[in-house]
C-alpha cells in the first residue's frame, strides 16, 4: 500500500490547524492576515525567478523531434504543420494549442493485454480531469481579482455573471467553485485508485491535490455556510495591495485565516516543486523547437572551441622540409 | 545559442500580470463603504434580525423568505415575538427605501449584482 497519501493529508491537516489556532484561538491575526501573505509573496517570486533564471542558464539543445506527425520532407509528401512544424508560426501554434487545449495529455493512453496481445488505448480521463481543473482555477482567481482591486474592472464581473448563471440559491453558486473541487477531488481519486498511478505517486504528488481541495473546501464553507464578512475581507485584502496595512476592527473568523494561509503555503510551495510546470510547459524543448534540423544547422552550444590546423597550412608550415624528405607536396 | 532574451520577456510579463493589483490600485489608499440608514429605518432602530447577521446573512435570509413565500404560500415570518411580511420590494426596502445608499454601497465594492430587480421594485430614488 501507498501510505504517500496520508503523510500529505496529516501535513494539510497540520497546517490547517495551525492556521485555525493561531489565528482563531491565539488570536495571532496580523501574522495571518498581512506578515504571511507579504512573506510567502517575496518567496513566491524570488524562488520563481531563481528557477527560471536556472532553466535559462542552459543552453538550446538540438532539436529533439519526438512529434507524432509527418515531418516536412518532399513536396508531395504532406506535412503534419501543428504537430511537427518546420516554422516559427507553426511552433507558435503547437505550444498555444498545448497551453490552452492540453493536446498532449489528450493523446493519454494506456497499456494493457488483450488476450495474449498487447494493445494501446486511448483514455481521456487525465485531459478532462486536468482541463476541468485548470480552467475552473483560472475562473475562480480571476473572480478572486474582485478583492484586490478597486473599482473592481469590467471582465471580473463579465466572469462573475457567467460563473454565476445558474442562479441558484443565495447567494448564488459559482459553477467554477464546484468544478473546482470535483477536478482536483477526480485527480486525486485518479492517482489513489488506479494500481499502477499509486505505485509510482509520491506525498509531493499528493500534497497539492489535497491543499487544493483544502482551499476549495475552506472558500466554499465561507461562502454558503459558514459565512464570513465579504466588506471586512476586502478592506483587509485592499490594505494589503495599497500598503494601507491593517487587521479590519473585529477581526475575521479562524476559517478565513485558514483559507488565507493554504494559499499562502501553496505559493511558497510552487517554486520548489512540481507546480513549476507553470513556467516550465513554455520551456519544454519537445514541444517549442521547430523540427527544421535538415534545414537550419544548429551547432552544439557547448562544443569546445577547436583550434584547426588544416593540411593546407601544414604544408605550407613544413613545404621545405617535406621537399627536402622527398615527400609529395600538393604546391610546389 | 541561448534564449535567455526571450525567457526573460516572458518572466517580466508574468510578473507585471502577478502584481496587477499593486499597480492597478497604485497605493490609493481605498475606505470600505458605509451604507447610508434611511430615517424611516433609523426610527425602527433594528433589523429584521440582529445587525452581525444581517451583514453576512441577509441574502441567507431572503433566500429562505422567497422560497417560503412563492413555494408554501407561507407569507409571514416570525422572529423574536415580531411579524414581518416575508417581502423583498414591501418589507426591506421599506425601511431601507434608499437602495443606491444602502444596498448597492456594499454590493459595489465587493462587486455583487443581485438580479432581483430584474422584477423586484425599490422606492424611487429621492435626489
Ligand atoms: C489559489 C488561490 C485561491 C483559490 C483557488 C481559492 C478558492 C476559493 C473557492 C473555490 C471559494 C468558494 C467560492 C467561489 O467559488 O468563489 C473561495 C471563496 C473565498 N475566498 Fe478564496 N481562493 C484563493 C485565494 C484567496 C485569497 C488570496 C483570498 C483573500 C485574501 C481568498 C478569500 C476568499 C473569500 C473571502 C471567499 C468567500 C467568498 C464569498 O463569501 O463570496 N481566497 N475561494
Redesign the interface.
Known sequence: MNVNYLYSLLAVVVLGLVAYVGAGAAGLQGVFGIFLPYLAVVIF?AG??YR??D??????PFRIPTTSGQQQSLDWIKQNKLDNPSTLLGVLGRMFLEIVTFRSLFKNSRVELVGDRISYKWVVWLWLFAILFHYSFLAVVVRH??F??????FF??AI??IDGIL?V???GVFISGVTLLAGAVLLLLRRILLPKLNYISKAADYFPLLLIIGIALTGIMMRYFT??????V??LT?GL????LGI?EGGLSALFYVHLFFVCILIVYIPFSKLMHM?GV??SPTRNLANNSRMKR??N?WNPKVKFHTYDEYEDDFREKMIEAGLPVEKE | ????PK??I??VV??AL?T???W??H????S??EPLLSAKAKEAKQCVRDVEYM???H??L??GW?DRTVRDAQRVYEINGKEYVASLSNTCMECHDNKADFCDR?H??????P?CWDCHTYPEEKK
Open positions: 517570486v520563481f525567478v527560471v533564471m532553466w535559462a542558464k542552459s543552453p538550446v481579482l474582485r484586490f482591486l478597486e473599482p473592481v474592472p471580473v464581473q462573475e455573471q442562479q440559491g443565495l447567494p459565512k464570513v464578512d465579504v466588506v471586512k476586502k478592506e485592499m495591495t495599497t500598503f494601507h479590519p513556467a513554455f520551456l544548429h551547432i552550444p | 545559442m541561448s534564449d535567455k525567457i526573460i516572458g518572466l508574468f510578473f502577478f496587477f493589483p499593486f492597478y490600485n497605493g490609493k489608499a481605498t470600505a463603504p451583514r453576512t446573512e441574502m441567507q431572503l433566500d422567497r456594499c459595489e465594492y465587493t462587486s455583487v449584482n438580479y
